[in-house]
């Protein structure tokens, strides 16, 4: 089996700045060893592209594309392609996703 390349969009990227600003403020150090391990487990997904589930409120609007894995308190949300893994967001598991993802389009406009 060949393995796919794991692409940040920018959104993604801006996310985690985003986690390891906030971090950053309290603990430097806990920072990067949370940044070290969200990229580790989104680089995972080079071989297994499948591993995550699908994200249950997609999943519920009948979008199955997206995949999602946990990397306790963040979700690491993916759309596996043919060649390609595109990382879409991280976001913190405690929020709601619904909210997020609306939050999001506002911020486009």
């Known amino acids: 089996?060949?393995?796919?390349?794991?692409l940040w969009t920018h959104?993604?990227?801006r996310d985690l700045e985003a986690i390891v600003d906030d971090i950053t403020d309290r603990e430097p150090l806990t920072a990067l060893q949370v940044l070290a391990r969200l990229q580790?487990?989104?680089?995972?997904l080079?071989?297994?592209?499948?591993?995550g589930r699908r994200v249950p409120e997609l999943r519920?609007?009948?979008?199955?594309?997206?995949?999602?894995?946990?990397?306790?308190p963040w979700r690491i949300i993916y759309?596996?392609?043919?060649?390609r893994i595109y990382v879409m967001a991280v976001v913190?598991?405690?929020?709601d996703l619904q909210t997020v993802l609306m939050e999001r389009l506002l911020?486009?406009?």
């Open 1 to 6: 089996m060949t393995e796919r390349r794991v």
């Open 11 to 13: 959104a993604a990227q």
């Open 40 to 44: 580790a487990r989104a680089g995972r």
């Open 46 to 51: 080079a071989a297994q592209p499948l591993r």
């Open 60 to 72: 519920d609007l009948g979008i199955d594309s997206y995949r999602e894995l946990i990397e306790a």
């Open 79 to 83: 759309r596996p392609a043919a060649e």
């Open 92 to 95: 913190d598991a405690r929020r």
């Open 107 to 109: 911020q486009t406009r």
